[in-house]
């Protein structure tokens, strides 16, 4: 009897001490570092750019319209203004139209680059024997400390970069 209490106490003591493997990865470094959302930044920072320099050509328009109709009196004045407060309003309407559709698109690609990343990371941790990959974030961080060599941000996003390339 003793004998099997002393083995159970070895046993316990022996899996007690077994570590599991774990890491961290910063969530803002992989997601701002990543090839694929410096690609995505880049085109919707050239759309905004375009978008912004149409809206100023149609707003010259609009301006040079304006200043002729004022230029206008009695009747015809009002009617022309009526006119142009119909096309002027259209046209703001049209931008926002414009500039929700490609936020949201926007939106929808980033939302897929995380799901893409979260997938990414549980892959790396199953295929690496981890037991636990924690993620955080500098301004909410869920870690207050851990070594550096459990960060596997760079290994991440290392990772991502080349499968974003193949």
Request: charged fraction near 25%; include cysteine.
């Amino acid at each position: 009897m003793k004998k099997i209490v002393g083995l159970i106490i070895v046993v316990l003591a022996f899996t007690s001490c077994q570590q599991q493997k774990t890491g961290y990865v910063d969530n803002g470094k992989i997601i701002n570092e990543i090839k694929e959302k410096i690609e995505l930044e880049t085109k919707y920072t050239n759309l905004d750019a375009e978008f912004k320099k149409k809206g100023d050509s149609l707003g010259q328009l609009f301006q040079a319209e304006y200043a002729k109709i004022n230029s206008y009196t009695g009747s015809k004045k009002e009617k022309e203004m009526q006119v142009f407060n119909q096309k002027a309003q259209a046209f703001q309407q049209q931008m926002q139209n414009d500039q929700q559709s490609y936020q949201k698109k926007y939106q929808v690609e980033i939302d897929s680059l995380i799901v893409k990343v979260k997938t990414f990371v549980s892959d790396y941790g199953k295929s690496n024997g981890y037991d636990y990959i924690f993620g955080t974030v500098e301004t909410s961080p869920s870690i207050m400390f851990a070594k550096e060599e459990n960060d596997l941000s760079q290994k991440i996003i290392e990772g991502l970069n080349t499968a974003f390339n193949k």
